[in-house]
């Protein structure tokens, strides 16, 4: 006969009724699963009905504006911008799996994210990496400006390698969820990333110190231009969201952040063409270098 002053019945019929519980709690839980389930299947098939509905939207909208270029028709572009800024919206709520860049990387998956929220927590994301990022471009080119170090010159690159293809994988989510972003900025940040690689491979010589010093100094003012070229499209692209020209996924440097004369404009166009006439200047350098040079990185960089 069992000994019952040793607890041992109980704890049994305590084991018992606990599995009693657990099983019922998870039979409960299965129904869920069974419902969400369908819900998900529901929300599938709506999505392919959307997807081909907004597929013909697009096209009926680009034969619109095409009608309005053709007419010349100015009284409505002001209603048809924000009809391009909606459209841009729902295309961000259906799946999509990015672009050719976008598909290296992740595969063949959709990378658009369902909640609307979550869309607006990663588009933040994006503007506070760029954020955090500044100090440390500004500290590492302070160091390559100090120290002719080639070691300093390679993590500054690898720096910039990983900067620009970051920017360049979340700008791709960014668009596949409805911003804005044109593809040519995209484009300006994959170019970027090529020429980091070609200055990592850019052999130490006379023609790399020659244009060295004249890089880093360009870099460094580009990136001051940058701090104040963003500071002022944030303004801008604030107001217009107030004005519902912009859609809640554009992000500063996109074509949403239209340029309107302002007395902040007017301090930075003059930043803004030193940096061209600059650019302009280590194009000729590097032609010059190109020239005489038996390396080709030189030239590739030019």
């Known amino acids: ?4 002053s040793n607890g041992e019945v109980p704890k049994r019929r305590n084991i018992e009724e606990a599995i009693g519980e657990f099983r019922d709690q998870q039979t409960a839980l299965e129904r869920s699963v069974q419902e969400y389930e369908r819900a998900l299947e529901a929300v599938h098939e709506q999505q392919s009905r959307l997807i081909e509905q907004l597929k013909k939207h697009q096209t009926d909208f680009r034969n619109l504006k095409k009608m309005m270029q053709d007419t010349g028709d ?3 572009v002001e209603e048809v911008r924000q009809m391009e800024s909606k459209i841009n ?3 961000g709520m259906l799946p999509s799996r990015g672009s050719l860049f976008l598909r290296l990387f992740v595969g063949e998956l959709s990378v658009t994210l369902d909640h609307k929220g979550e869309r607006i927590r990663f588009k933040t994301e994006y503007e506070t990496f760029k954020a ?3 100090p440390y471009w500004f500290i590492l080119n302070t160091l390559v400006l100090i120290w002719s170090y080639r070691v300093f010159d390679t993590v500054y690159h690898v720096f910039l390698t990983y900067y620009y293809v970051t920017l360049a994988i979340r700008e791709n989510i960014l668009r596949a969820n409805g911003s804005n972003i044109r593809s040519w900025w995209i ?5 970027s990333v090529v020429v980091c690689f070609l200055f990592i491979m850019w052999p130490d010589g006379p023609e790399y110190s020659e244009f060295r010093q004249q890089f880093f100094i360009f870099s460094f003012y ?3 231009v940058q701090t104040l070229q963003t500071k002022y499209q944030m303004a801008r692209l604030y107001t217009l969201r107030a004005l519902g020209q912009a859609n809640i996924m554009d ?3 996109s074509d949403s952040t239209q340029i309107r004369w302002s007395p902040n404009m007017a301090v930075l166009v003059p930043f803004l063409l030193v940096g061209q006439a600059f650019q302009l200047y280590n194009g000729f350098c ?3 270098i190109a020239i005489k040079s038996v390396v080709w990185q030189g030239g590739a960089v030019g």
């Open 89 to 91: 919206e729902w295309r």
């Open 74 to 76: 100015r009284k409505h």
């Open 132 to 134: 955090k990022m500044t």
């Open 286 to 288: 590097l032609a010059k």
């Open 1 to 4: 006969a069992p000994n019952l």
């Open 222 to 224: 580009i990136g001051a």
């Open 187 to 191: 484009w300006h940040h994959y170019l």
């Open 251 to 253: 992000v500063v440097n």
